[in-house]
């Protein structure tokens, strides 16, 4: 086959979302964020919703994430994202309202909105990225940051004594009322990129039929705050973040085949 | 009715699209008289209870990048919580309303009325350079017109509005005109007036996104001058204020919201016995009518500042004058209100009767 051939539309196999714009990315090589801003991109486009979706950012690495997926964006506050996305799906009920929060973001200073906005029931899809580091500021210690795990500020490791245990907020949003779907998935292979893509799309779909709040967290990598080669990193997620954040749904009132 | 109740008559009136908040004294007749109204049965309009201050505020935010009229409303203390959101706001250029029924600080204070946040109000209050369009009412009146007035500057410049009230006028009932019933603009009402809002990219145009933020420091102060020239349109255009018996007054009262109802009894007692007092009251704070204030220091001999406070507004009263008259604040604080009295002693003191006039 000749490269012309190769090239021929009908020989097609895989193109980037077209809502993904050619802006270059600023997240670090073998970055999580880079493979769920893809599959966000994809299931909008699939969904036929680009007219009528407006996405909330959050503060973190994630900040600029409406550089790079052409849909309306809300920045938000520091951990309000759910509070800004309540309003915005309450005014405009027939559009995919979903926020995107990195584990300080949504488990930390935005404990509060995170659990009210769950609890209330929102038809929200909050997209949580966990990698239990601060990437943004350049590698401190997360809500999620695991026991023993070293970052700028433990840098002798996480300890309880000095620095409390590890928040498991998904866990927390499977035992509220207002949550119709809860889960945790994972990028690091392809079989649960297809995995993670079919949750964050039941999600928004839960947000469109009005099922109440979903919560899909992310298990990512942070190789550069964590250190790490992507590899490397992928690895040590594997061998120790399933442990503590074991994956696969924690709730799921939405009986599958209902919401396709 | 109480001037709480006629703020949530009057947004259900003048197409007000989503209101947030959170319980605190002496305001949460505001959100009880909604909740009791059920407006989204009626006019569509979205009422809810938020988790905290700082959730309301950033209810605001969100419905208020989308082109909605959103609004907030709140006591002292749960301003002081929200003054991040309506930095945002003001950063990312949000339309959108915050009532402040003030009461005593600082701290938690006490539930009893004060105009101690004038400096919060009229400074910004929140980090960065900015400002917002602050409206105070002196009568339960005044506390429904503002609404919807509040709203259409909002939108027109797309900078978060503030009415300052205080307990005495949330709490006091008087007689009303509501506002005409006005409609809820529909959605394609929004997408011609707001083409900026973010409430869906329609195919065509370029995603728009509401943010305050940008790393580049040349772009970032390019933003930061538009915000001031826009502020300095508003300086220039929206001062508003109300004067009585000032075209004769040797001294001059000057007093917003609430003090202006005692300032106004004030200047009649002072009348009765022959001393010549006229009364200013700002109804914009922020733009302060500082024109106003410098044509009258021209023709009087000394201006008293009388607030419910330590003494806020007297600073904005003394960069008017430029120190050419003698200007003195009185005021009470902790909760208490000024008898007229007090105020006429204190003008007697700190002005008529003083040899030293200093501003």
Known sequence: ?260 | MKGNEAIAHAAIRCGCDGYFGYPITPQSEVLETLALEKPWETTGMVVLQAESEVASINMVYGGGASGKRCMTSSSSPGVALMQEGIAYMAGAEIPGLIVNVQRGGPGLGTIQPSQSDYFQATRGGGNGDYNVIVLAPDSVQEMADFVDLAFDLAFRYRNPVMILSDGIIGQMMEKLVLPPFKPRRTEAQILEECPWAASGRKAGRKPNVLTSLELDSAVMEQKNLHLQAKYAAIREKEVRFETMQCDDAEYLIVAFGSAARIGLKVIEMCREEGIRAGLLRPITLWPFPSQEVARLARRVKGILSFEINAGQMVEDIRLATGGKTPVAHYGRMGGVVPAPDEVIRALKEELINSHCHES
């Open chain 1, 1 to 260: 086959m000749t490269e012309e051939e190769i090239m021929r539309p009908e020989n097609l196999v895989y193109k980037k979302p077209a809502l993904l714009n050619d802006t270059p990315m600023h997240y670090c090589p073998g970055c999580s964020h880079g493979v769920v801003h893809k599959l966000v991109a994809e299931i909008i486009e699939e969904m036929g919703m680009e007219e009528k979706t407006v996405a909330v950012s959050p503060v973190g690495c994630a900040v600029f994430a409406y550089n790079y997926i052409d849909v309306d964006w809300v920045e938000a506050a520091h951990g309000r994202a759910p509070a800004v996305a309540t309003a915005l799906k309450r005014l405009w009920p027939d559009h995919l309202v979903f926020t995107y929060q990195g584990d300080g973001d949504l488990a930390c200073i935005g404990t509060a909105e995170s659990i009210h906005a769950l609890n209330r029931g929102e038809h929200i899809a909050v997209i949580f990225i966990n990698n239990a580091i601060y990437g943004m500021t350049g590698g401190q210690m997360a809500p999620t940051t695991l026991m023993g795990m070293k970052t700028a500020t433990c840098p002798y490791g996480r300890v309880a004594d000095l620095h409390g245990y590890p928040l498991k907020l998904t866990e927390i949003a499977a035992t509220l009322e207002g949550t119709c779907y809860v889960t945790r998935q994972s990028v690091h292979s392809v079989a649960a990129i297809r995995k993670a893509k079919k949750a964050i799309r039941k999600a928004f779909e839960n947000s469109l039929q009005g099922k109440g709040a979903s919560l899909v967290e992310i298990v990512s990598t942070c190789n550069a705050g964590w250190k790490l080669s992507p590899e490397k990193a992928n690895q040590w997620m594997e061998e120790n973040m399933f442990n503590f954040y074991p994956l696969g749904d924690l709730k799921d009132i939405t009986p599958m085949g209902e919401t396709h």
